[in-house]
């Protein structure tokens, strides 16, 4: 007896059914690794996401406590300026009363106390023009 040939059609048909086998389920693996993959993005990203709120949400109390305090900082500094210049303002006038009160009671003596301190003012500019022109 003779072997009996294959058939060549018929002996790579389970090889071809095989093969398509495989790569159908390569194809499911992959489909599947891929879904994993995004299912596992997403939930980092919700993760991220909720990270993210919770910041938000510690964080939005602390800068609105912030800005209160800068606020009343801001105020209390603009009614320490107010005052300050306000005490000023009064301080001036009273000097300015007294000055005036003090030239009407001693007018001899204002005039002599004004021509001196332009005398005086006169010399210190004669001394610092004299001294500038050494240089």
């Known amino acids: 007896m003779t072997p009996i040939a294959k058939d060549p059609i018929r002996s790579t048909t389970p090889l071809a059914d095989q093969a398509t086998r495989l790569a159908d389920q390569a194809a499911e693996s992959a489909d599947h690794a891929i879904r ?3 299912q596992m993005s997403e939930r980092g ?3 991220l996401a909720h990270q993210v709120d919770n910041l938000h949400d510690r964080a939005t109390p602390l800068l ?3 800005t209160g305090q ?3 900082a ?3 500094g603009v009614g320490a300026m107010r005052d300050a210049s306000h005490q000023v303002r009064e301080r001036a006038a009273r000097v300015s ?4 009160g003090y030239v009407r009671d001693e007018p001899m003596k204002s005039m002599l106390i ?3 301190a332009g005398a005086a003012l006169m010399a210190v500019v004669g001394f610092l023009t004299r001294s ?3 240089d």
């Open 114 to 116: 004004a021509a001196a």
């Open 74 to 76: 801001a105020r209390r």
């Open 97 to 100: 009363d007294n000055t005036a």
């Open 64 to 66: 609105n406590r912030l």
């Open 45 to 47: 990203f919700d993760h």
């Open 70 to 72: 800068a606020e009343a």
């Open 132 to 134: 500038g022109g050494r």
């Open 36 to 38: 994993a993959t995004q």
